[in-house]
């Protein structure tokens, strides 16, 4: 699948060209070029481009526009949960590489470049966690059983904690009442008070993906019940 406007990209400083960065952009089977522009460097004013980024240095960026051979790409507009999310999906991928080599050995090399074409590593082997089929076709069954018991073994032992800030606040003279009935239907999740109708919302999973989806499930059930009952609900922070 080829680049688009608003893809967020894992990407190598190569060289400063005045005020232009262009940087390696690692896709599938192949490497391409991008470019960020001073202004899209970081908002306000820069004295020094080389206090953001330098040569080498692992930065993540968003795509702004894909003109021919052109990539046009931005590193301000990154949000901080948006780099998170693609260094720890980057760092997950570099540890399914070096399980395939312990595995596999001199034909690691060979299964990475074949993956490569179609899909990231990372994809192809969470996608074997639920249905093996694939994975056993190209490397057998006995290696395909090995590899995967190393990932689900180190997963088990890899937490993930997200956490959510809300604001939950009512006018009704029974006010008290009504927050302590609705935060009481939150289970498996913990609520930490911080200030006058302020909350943290805590969860803990050894799967990002689970613990995000657990997640919005508690803030719209917390949401429905909050409007049945007169009370006003909102996500300070995400």
Known sequence: MALEEGDIVFCTVDRIVGTNV?????????????????????PGRIRNIRDYVVP?????????????????????????????????IY???????SIL??????????????????????????EAKESPKHLEELIG???????????????????????REISLTTTDSDGIEIIKKLLSKIKETEIRYISAGKYVLRTESDDAKKADHKLRDVLVEIEKDAKKLGAEFSIIKK
């Open 22 to 42: 262009f940087v390696k952009i690692s896709e599938k089977d192949r490497e391409l070029e991008g470019c960020i522009v001073m202004s899209e460097i970081a």
């Open 56 to 88: 080498h240095k692992k930065i993540v960026c968003k795509v702004l526009r894909v003109s021919g051979d052109r990539i046009d790409l931005s590193l301000r507009r990154v949000t901080l949960k948006e780099q998170k999310e693609v260094k720890e």
């Open 91 to 97: 760092n997950q991928e570099k540890s399914y590489e």
């Open 101 to 126: 080599k312990s595995i596999l050995g001199d034909r690691a090399k060979g299964f990475i470049e074949t993956i490569s074409k179609n899909s990231k590593i990372y994809d192809f082997l969470n």
């Open 141 to 163: 069954k006995e290696d395909a059983k090995k590899v995967l018991e190393i990932i689900n073994a180190q997963q088990k032992n890899r937490k993930v904690i997200l956490k």
